[in-house]
């Protein structure tokens, strides 16, 4: 029933920037946790960033500082503001929500491809 919808991705430069989406089929708030995953190849799935209901967040150390998440209830949107991009942050992201604590709908995920 609970449907992700991701947008935004592609091929940009180093240090440029790239704005992800993620549109929710019902109201975001149904939800305790939404967050951003990304895996590359040779490197495990990690935890990008992620938003609680409250709207306290939290971010890997790898992306504090350059990426910012956030969202839009109006939209029923999620957003990952990304800044400062780098070759290593190339990477297949993917949206998730989780009821209370286990991220249990996914999207589709996102090529992010940042060249150098």
């Known amino acids: 029933q609970v449907q992700l919808v991701e947008s935004g991705g592609g091929l940009v430069q180093a240090g440029e920037s790239l704005r992800l989406s993620c549109a929710a089929s019902?109201?975001?708030?149904?939800?305790?946790?939404m967050g951003w995953f990304r895996q590359a190849p040779g490197k495990q799935r990690e935890l990008v960033a992620q938003i609680r209901r409250s709207g306290s967040t939290s971010y890997a150390d790898s992306v504090k500082g350059r990426f910012t998440i956030s969202r839009d209830s109006a939209k029923n949107t999620v957003y990952l503001q990304m800044n400062s991009l780098k070759p290593e942050d190339t990477a297949v992201y993917s949206c998730?929500?989780?009821?209370?604590?286990?991220?249990?709908?996914w999207g589709q995920g996102t090529q992010v491809t940042v060249s150098s």
């Open positions: 998730a929500a989780a009821t209370v604590l286990r991220y249990e709908y």
């Open positions: 019902g109201n975001i708030f149904h939800f305790n946790l």
